[in-house]
């Protein structure tokens, strides 16, 4: 397994690329804009797009996954269906935010538990909530990597002040949903640097270990 990361739209949200190097077959996970950049990796790696992946139903995440999907005649999985409302106003987010964003229905809603395939790998589905009720994780157990969209960043956590949002939910996402997947797994955010889950239990100063034996942040 590979994977590039392809920062997209005026937000600089992490679109990966990833791609199994047996097969050269990828997917995009969270191809929110910029759609030439994301064609140009595609073409400059080699990599046949065989899906597209969505964490979550935030505009710089999937404003633009249907338009793409469309072009290239791939499926869309994801996000679990909880987020069905975001996605159905991202004609009016984009609008609201000056960024292209058109609705979209996925071809596979998924749940906690389920697996996708891209080539010959097979990730785990991880349902995130908190920062949006219908939030996914991607999670490759024998490379010790996952794809958590806005759920967890170095050094922070998601928002949880947005319609249907959560502390409390996004909290227990990640510490009974991430940190038991191990702290010597290698995650991608949805904006910013990559970091590993141990280095975040140590260091993270809403969700550390520390921290929460302090109670919740404010």
């Given at each position: 397994m590979r994977v590039g990361i392809i920062p997209v739209t005026p937000l600089e949200q992490n679109c990966s690329l990833l791609w199994c190097t047996k097969t050269m077959r990828g997917a995009l996970v969270d191809p929110g804009g910029d759609l030439p950049k994301?064609?140009?990796?595609l073409e400059k790696t080699g990599v046949t797009l065989e899906k597209i992946l969505v964490t979550h139903g935030h505009l710089d995440h999937c404003g633009q996954a249907g338009v793409l999907a469309k072009e290239l005649g791939v499926p869309i999985e994801g996000p679990q269906e909880e987020d069905r409302f975001w996605i159905s106003q991202l004609d009016d987010d984009g609008a609201r935010w000056n960024m292209e964003a058109h609705t979209f229905e996925?071809?596979?809603?998924?749940?906690?538990?389920?697996?996708?395939?891209?080539?010959?790998l097979e990730l785990?589905?991880?349902?995130c909530p908190g920062h949006t009720p219908g939030h996914v994780v991607f999670h490759h157990g024998p490379s010790k990597f996952a794809m958590v969209g806005d759920v967890l960043f170095q050094g922070g956590i998601g928002r949880w002040d947005f319609?249907?949002?959560?502390l409390e939910d996004l909290v227990n996402s990640i510490t009974q949903k991430l940190w038991p997947l191990g702290d010597d797994v290698t995650f991608v955010p949805g904006h910013g640097p990559v970091s590993t889950f141990g280095q975040e239990r140590r260091t993270n100063p809403f969700v550390s270990d520390a921290a929460l034996e302090r109670g919740l942040p404010g």
């Open positions: 994301l064609k140009q990796a996925p071809d596979r809603w998924l749940e906690d538990g389920d697996k996708v395939t891209v080539g010959d785990d589905v991880v349902h319609p249907r949002g959560n």
